[in-house]
């Protein structure tokens, strides 16, 4: 490619000079083609380690000037062709007009802008795609793919110097990370490193420094570990590493594979060695870790945030931290943990005000509220760029007023315009009145328009519960105190007050209010006002496998509460939970979203409680009710890791029973609420709003803490849950004003002596006081690491749940089926990573029962099966794959299962002779063969439509038992549709299990046509033999002795069909071709006898094959060298024919390569061969060379074949799937052709 000229003062320091003229230089880099000795070696690992350009490169062209000393680069080449394009054209076009110059500071001046000239004639013909990377970040990028085969998709985020330890060895080179694979190359003195690891084979990535290795990155697959170190930044390569890895986890959680964000700002000046997809992906992190510690909406994207002070008016203080500005909200957030939090939205916005700087309160910002709160930012650093954006922001935000005015935003002014005095049309608070907000038509049921608990409270006042009614009564005054201090609604000032507060527990009257605000649903509720009726009315009626599951589990909701015991309460959760399944199919409905919901509608209208819901689900509990609860599992992990940490002792012992595992499933699942009574478990709740899921953790180890004794002295599992569940059942809250509701855990665990009764206050503050060091990011952390662990484990489950579901006949052993999943599973991987043009049916749907998990497509499926196949057919293989496709392909959706796949590889790996060549016959009839591949495919349909069924490979619609359901799992809810689909899949998997064993008598007939593609397949598998020359002589004789059986068979079907009333003859012809031939012993003993049996019928065929070897002798003997007898000219003329029709496999015909036949002479040549028998169908064929009426049966084929040694040997050879298996994971991803560099070990 053309350089933008640029110095080099020594230029053969390490160069080579190939070609020379008086102004230009062409070099090769030493070490570079063959030879180099030990300079190459010492150039190749410089080049390397100091990451020089001359590796992707190592051809250049320098232009010089005779008396100057100073050389310009003009252009450089990966390859020789490349290079000398370049070369000849500066010969051609500038060597003439550069010896008119005089002066050579004349001759470089004008060199220069030429090269610039060209450079920026071709960078107008590329279409500028979208974002430039930087030209450094391209070198590597292009080095990144030559060297590893990487294909174009296949982007570079971002590449790092460093160590891979290879033994005690460090290996100094550059470790590549991309999109989907983690790379590393290093080369030094003539060894070579190379690495590929995809990311989504990973199972452990972590940052840990030992006495070994010093601090160091480690990465684990199923079968190698890794450890790199010496890095210039550690803690950014991990970080980026975690995020690549991250995404592909989530990749195979829920598909979503890696895609740009377009939406993210641009930068003015793009950094220069910083990539696009770095920057989205530094990007994305920031916008994650901005929701979660605001709780907003997951469309909310950051802009960017400063630093600055609030005034903070409850204690008259600056407060630093730093102000975070997106879309819809400004937030800011202290630097000291607790300080102050605080969220306004813009929707809530009325005026931001730029006030008078003074020295005590330098650059100040004031923004206006419509609650009348007014927030002072001051200490901003560019202040004016900042009312700008946010001003954007503004105009962009849906005016709510009813007079349409947007917020104003004021310069300094001796007096800012008051705020609008008219009622918004939006609360700005859940405790604003919501009347005019439930959209909500009256159905045929009462919608439940405010919180259950105050339509079934027994209607005493407060009075009258005494002291807990008067603690209500204080609670709900602390609280009111605290509004007036810290603001109501969205807009309040979140310190560690308010979490003293909520741990104290929150009122009943205000539960509904603050858990809105605190989880962030508000938010969500607010700007989609609507959502949820138009939801209801759109799922209402609608059947789904969600809709059955919801049905069942409604009465089991909290059936000890008044609110459920009747049908409002009822109906209220089936909306919000069959709501919430029509807006996520994904999740759909899993079991304890029930129990949760039941308890969300007790304190908020059905709207609030899906919003809620959706909060829950959606941000709070990530992936905790998806098919397989991946979210719970993940944080049973980290409980898991910290009872290690804090409670080695308990932790030991629990592992011992294998409790953890089943109690923290339920409590995490349904936050304690099915394990506490129900007055207690909700003050957790109140914390989980407002802390998240470290509140669960906390109390979850306080709860082990507490009866650490007790259950290091059990003896089994079911002791250790009675120990638990009895503690758990006799938490108290004795300050609750509600009736206390009957637990049903405590009506299952008995004792003698009465159980102590545990405050559940006293429960949170020993929580608190003892695990309360728990921080958000550190749980994210490890979060990340028990993501890899769950869901590698979980991918481990549905591979051996898949090869358990191959049946037992299928010949392949457990290792070699699991081998071959793990290549089909990388295979559908790759068109996710890649195949941007793929079918959205090949998305995989994690719903699924594992094995239709992962499908490929047709085009996949003919890379793995020239990979994998026995029989290799030179260039002919992609024919035959997309024949054995369409074979597989039972429910003609274009894509094949893992089962299909197998069972269409064992065909052709075991079983006997017989097996094998019923696998190949079947490849060669319809639907195999295509309606392209046949011309007469219309009649070939007509013969076999009768039959087709019985050449299938039994139906793999389910597999057998699916043995991989776990409690909580949910199949794919597709909308609308109905219970048969259940007797469906039963009446599948009966007939399934009955299919009978195929018998060769069940295969149909193959015409000419098809028999003629037979033979060309078979040419082909041999081509590549080492009894080549065997080999075409054996199917020589057999396709020529076919032929002849074919005939025969012909002319005993139109002597029958002339004389219908000969019995005898018509006997005679069902025994020979009808039932197929007698066995096949009898037939080999004298086959030419029985060809004999029409009178004139064989001299004929003898003597057409004669008449056309005159005609062309050199085709004959190149077809097979070396073959005796007339009749073998017949059948390698018919394979020309056939071969020059067929446009696919015309290169890979080697065996007639040399002077192919002419078309109209085969068609001659056909006529005579079927022809001169004088039977009348010969001549009455419409149009085309192929004999219509000619057939043979697969036991004539089998019997033919048998007579020929060679071909018997062929065919029950063994091949090891394993070796192949092994080769096509090295090629898995050196499938790029631009690479000329030969890889020499590349482990992946």
């Not at 935000?397 to 300094?412: C, E, F, I, N, Y």
């Amino acid at each position: 490619m053309w350089l933008g000229p640029e110095e080099v003062l020594v230029a053969n320091a390490l160069w080579v000079t190939e070609r020379a003229n008086p102004f230009f230089v062409l070099q090769r880099r030493r070490g570079h083609g063959k030879g180099g000795g030990l300079t190459g070696l010492l150039v190749g690992t410089l080049d390397v380690v100091l990451d020089s350009s001359a590796r992707v490169a190592p051809y250049r062209i320098l232009h010089q000037t005779q008396d100057s000393q100073v050389y310009w680069t003009v252009a450089c080449g990966s390859s020789r062709k490349e290079i000398t394009k370049h070369w000849e054209w500066l010969e051609n076009n500038l060597l003439q007009t550069l010896s008119i110059f005089d002066n050579e500071e004349d001759i470089t001046t004008f060199v220069k802008g030429k090269i610039h000239g060209i450079i920026a004639e071709e960078n107008k013909n590329l279409q500028p795609q979208g974002d430039e990377d930087p030209g450094k970040f391209k070198e590597a990028e292009l080095k990144m793919r030559k060297q590893f085969g990487m294909p174009e998709g296949e982007k570079l985020v971002n590449y790092y110097s460093c160590s891979y330890w290879k033994g005690r060895v460090p290996r100094q080179g550059w470790l590549y990370l991309t999109v989907n694979h983690l790379c590393f190359y290093s080369f030094l003195l003539g060894k070579e490193v190379s690495l590929v690891v995809q990311w989504v084979d990973i199972t452990r990535l972590e940052k840990n420094a030992t006495l070994l290795f010093p601090e160091s990155i480690r990465v684990d697959t199923r079968d190698q570990e890794l450890f790199f170190s010496m890095f210039l930044n550690i803690s950014e390569t991990f970080k980026l590493m975690e995020q690549l890895a991250n995404l592909a986890m989530r990749q195979l959680l829920d598909n979503k594979g890696f895609l740009e964000d377009k939406a993210l700002p641009r930068p003015i000046r793009p950094h220069r060695n910083i990539s696009a997809l770095k920057r989205d992906l530094d990007a994305r992190a920031k916008n994650e870790c901005y929701r979660a510690t605001f709780r907003l909406p997951r469309d909310e994207r950051l802009d960017g945030h400063t630093g600055c002070t609030l005034w903070t008016p409850f204690n008259k203080v600056h407060i630093p931290g730093q102000m975070f500005i997106s879309n819809n909200y400004i937030c800011f957030a202290s630097k000291e943990e607790d300080a102050c939090h605080l969220i306004i939205p813009l929707r809530e916005v009325t005026i931001v005000e730029k006030a008078d700087s003074s020295s005590v309160l330098p650059s100040p910002l004031s923004i206006s509220t419509k609650s009348k709160m007014t927030f002072l930012f001051a200490n901003l650093k560019d202040r004016d760029f900042l009312v700008q954006r946010i001003s954007d922001f503004l105009q962009k935000t849906p005016s709510k007023q009813p007079d349409g005015r947007k917020a104003s935003v004021l310069d300094p002014a001796p007096e800012s315009l008051p705020a609008s005095q008219e009622v918004p049309e939006l609360p700005t608070s859940p405790s604003s009145p919501l009347s005019g907000y439930q959209s909500f038509s009256a159905q045929e049921v009462p919608t439940a328009s405010q919180g259950l608990l105050k339509v079934f409270q027994r209607n005493s006042p407060m009075e009258d519960l005494g002291a807990k009614g008067a603690k209500e009564k204080m609670k709900e005054e602390s609280w009111n105190i605290h509004f007036f201090e810290y603001g109501r609604g969205m807009c309040m000032y979140r310190t560690a007050k308010t979490r003293e507060l909520v741990l104290k527990g929150i009122p009943e009257s205000l539960r509904g209010e603050l858990w809105l605000l605190f989880s962030g649903a508000w938010n969500e509720m607010v700007t989609h006002p609507g959502y949820y009726a138009e939801l209801v009315e759109k799922s209402m009626g609608k059947y789904s496998l969600a809709t059955e599951e919801i049905e069942r589990d409604l009465h089991r909701s909290m059936p000890e509460h008044p609110a459920f015991q009747n049908e409002l309460g009822i109906a209220a959760l089936r909306r919000v939970l069959t709501a919430y399944a029509f807006r996520n199919p994904t999740i759909g409905y899993c079991q304890a979203m029930n129990i949760v919901t039941s308890v969300l509608l007790l304190y908020g209208s059905e709207e609030e409680a899906f919003w809620l819901l959706v909060a829950l689900c959606e941000r709070m509990l990530p992936d905790y009710y998806d098919t397989r609860v991946v979210g719970a599992l993940v944080d049973q992990g980290i409980f898991e890791e910290l009872t290690r940490d804090v409670l080695p002792r308990l932790s030991e012992k629990m592992q011992d029973l294998g409790v953890i595992s089943s109690i923290s499933l339920s409590w995490f699942l349904t936050l304690f609420l099915s394990v506490m009574p129900f007055e207690s478990a909700v003050v957790i709740v109140d914390c989980f709003f407002y802390e998240g899921i470290k509140v669960i953790l906390q109390v979850a180890l306080a709860v082990l803490d507490a009866n650490m004794e007790q259950l290091l002295g059990c003896s089994d599992e079911g002791e250790a849950m009675t120990v638990l569940g009895r503690y758990l059942d006799n938490v108290v809250n004795k300050q609750s004003v509600s009736p206390p509701i009957p637990h049903l855990h405590a009506l299952l665990t008995s004792g003698d002596d009465p159980p102590t009764e545990v405050d559940i206050f006293d429960l949170l503050k020993v929580s608190y006081e003892k695990f309360s060091n728990l921080r958000a990011d550190d749980i994210e952390q490890m979060r990340f690491k028990q993501r890899l662990k769950v869901i590698q484990s979980l991918e481990d489950t549905a591979k051996r749940s898949v090869v358990r579901a191959i049946p037992g006949d299928i010949g392949f052993s457990i290792e070699e089926l699991e081998e071959l999943y793990m290549v089909f599973k990388a295979k559908h991987l790759a068109s996710q990573y890649w195949g941007s043009s793929h079918t959205a049916a090949i998305r995989r749907d994690p719903s699924l029962p594992y094995l239709e998990q992962y499908r490929i497509d047709a085009s996949q499926f003919q890379e793995l099966f020239a990979s994998l196949t026995p029989w290799a057919c030179g260039s002919h293989t992609p024919v035959l794959a997309g024949r054995m496709f369409r074979l597989l392909d039972q429910n003609k959706d274009s894509l094949i299962n893992f089962k299909e796949f197998v069972t269409g590889m064992s065909g052709m790996y075991h079983g006997d002779l017989t097996e094998k060549l019923k696998a190949l016959y079947k490849l060669h009839l319809p639907p195999a063969l295509s309606p392209e591949e046949a011309e007469s495919a219309l009649e070939a349909t007509h013969y076999f439509t009768e039959d087709s069924s019985s050449e299938e490979v039994p139906p793999q619609e389910e597999q057998e038992g699916s043995g991989n359901e776990d409690v909580r799992e949910k199949r794919g809810e597709e909308k609308g549709t109905s219970p048969p689909d259940y007797r469906h899949y039963l009446r599948m998997w009966a007939k399934e299990k009955e299919a009978q064993k195929e018998t060769i008598k069940d295969l149909p007939k193959m015409n000419q046509e098809q028999f003629i593609e037979l033979c060309k397949t078979l040419y082909n598998m041999f081509s590549e033999d080492p009894m080549e020359q065997d080999l075409y002589h054996a199917i020589a004789t057999v396709a020529s002795l076919l032929l002849r059986i074919g005939e025969v068979g012909k002319k005993f079907s139109t002597r029958i069909g002339r004389k219908p009333r000969d019995g005898a003859h018509s006997g005679d012809h069902n025994s020979t071709t009808e039932e197929d031939e007698p066995p096949a012993p009898e037939l080999h003993q004298d086959p030419i006898r029985e060809l004999q049996l029409p009178a004139a019928g064989d001299p004929q065929a003898k003597a057409g094959g004669d008449t056309h070897l005159g005609k062309a002798p050199q085709e004959s003997q190149v077809v097979v060298e070396g073959g005796s007898g007339e009749g073998q000219g017949s059948p390698a003329q018919l394979l020309s024919d056939d071969e020059t029709k067929d446009d696919i496999s015309m290169s890979s015909y080697s065996v007639v390569s040399t002077g192919s036949l002419q078309c109209e002479d085969l068609a001659d040549d056909t006529v005579l061969v079927g022809g001169e028998s004088r039977s009348p169908t010969a001549t009455s064929r419409v149009g085309g060379t192929v004999d219509t009426d000619w057939c043979i049966s697969f036991e004539q084929i089998l019997a033919s074949i048998l007579t020929e040694s060679v071909l018997v040997n062929f065919f029950e050879k063994r091949v090891d799937i394993g070796l192949k298996i092994k080769d096509q994971k090295k090629v898995e991803r050196q499938f790029s052709t631009s690479s000329d560099h030969e890889q020499s070990g590349v482990s992946g």
